[in-house]
């Protein structure tokens, strides 16, 4: 029996597959500290189980598929903070961004359509494109130029007369990188001189640091018909196991699109989406000191990986990773080394590597990524681990 094509140009998760070598390292009684996905330590606000527990039901029945009506409610209220409105018709309730991306693709691409999409990029994007039988399209960006993408011409390369889409993430995962207004105008001209849907996923929209404004895709009138916003409340709120996410758009057709795919699956799980329409109605206040907490871990993670002969970092403006290039032919390598071999005080740390973030083959052999999702004590260690390690490593390669 032979699978499908599709999965078989799949890859596995380059943040997920390298787990069992951590969780043996565990067992042999090593600590790691894991910095190579994002499950932030943070904790998830009272409100979402207090909400929960609250609820006076005889029957836990099915919700609609376009969501239950007070969560839709609370993300129209969400996003007129940003002055952005929207009604119960442009949103969808998605279990988490993945899905939201999914029925998108599904919606949106036909066999052998094209999404462009600066690389790095999140690794599962190409899982959810490939599914629907499109092809990713790389913008290729390097660790020297601090992974810039806003480029005409780097654009214009990139684009032909079979791409539908530029998916961006803003901020960005893996690399931090956040966009200007200018050029988040730039992208949306591009658009619309191209004829494209404009996909933004803006799950980390509130990790803007440095005293950056925040914005989003959805403040620019001129695309609202060819845009698709994706949402989510893992990341913004620490809730990464509720599953619950969305998808934002004006677009008629592509709202009446997702809901056939939305009405098949039935709907998102009732209880997580009554807990998600709490956090979702956090006073904004609650953004600005998430917002504090992670640009610290950042600092402290920079200033230590700073600290190491021979990495190529530039400091990211958003979201909560970096991406760091290391005088290493091989991160996956070096990375079994720190879980097999070494250990500092019976301690070792853990990274995502690169390669699997990238479209384009060769690229990321030598760069990882962190989340700097813990302490910043622990960061701090676990970055002081890194450097230990690359030592090691290099002496070991001699």
Known sequence: MKLSERVEKMQFSPIRRFNEYA??????????????????D???????LEAIKS??????????????????????????????????????VTAGGSEALNMLFTTILDPGDEVL???PFYTNYHTFIAAANGKVVPVTTSAEEGYHYADVDKLEAAVTDKTKAILITNPGNPTGTILTKDEMQLI????????LWIIADEVYREFAYDGRKVYSFGMFEECKNRLIIVDSVSKRFSACGARVGCLVT?????????????????????????????????????????????????????????????????????????????PVDNVENFLMFLLKEYSDNNETVMFSPAGG????????????RIAYVLNEDSLRRGIQI??????????KED
């Open 250 to 326: 004006k677009n008629e057709d592509v709202a009446q699109g997702v809901m056939k795919l939305a009405q098949g699956r039935l709907c998102v799980a009732t209880l997580d989406q009554i807990g998600a329409a709490a956090l979702y109605r956090l006073d904004k206040s609650y953004y600005k000191e998430i917002r504090t907490v992670y640009e610290k871990r950042r600092d402290a993670v920079y200033e230590e990986i700073m600290k190491i002969p021979g990495v190529i970092c530039k400091k990211p403006g958003g979201s909560f990773y970096l991406m760091v290039k290391l």
């Open 188 to 195: 949306i001209d591009f658009a619309i001189n191209h004829d």
């Open 55 to 92: 609820i006076n039901l005889d029957v836990i029945e099915y919700a609609e598929s376009g969501g239950v009506e007070d969560l839709q409610q609370a993300i129209i209220d969400y996003f007129r903070i940003y002055n952005i409105y929207y009604e119960k018709k442009d949103i969808m």
């Open 23 to 40: 969780l043996e390292a565990e067992r042999n009684g090593k600590k790691i500290y894991r910095l190579n996905i994002g499950q932030p």
């Open 117 to 119: 999409i600066a690389e």
């Open 386 to 395: 890194l450097a230990g390690g690359l030592k090691a490593y290099k002496e």
């Open 357 to 368: 973030f990238y479209a384009t083959k060769g690229l990321g052999r030598d760069e990882l």
């Open 42 to 48: 943070v904790e998830t606000p009272e409100c979402f």
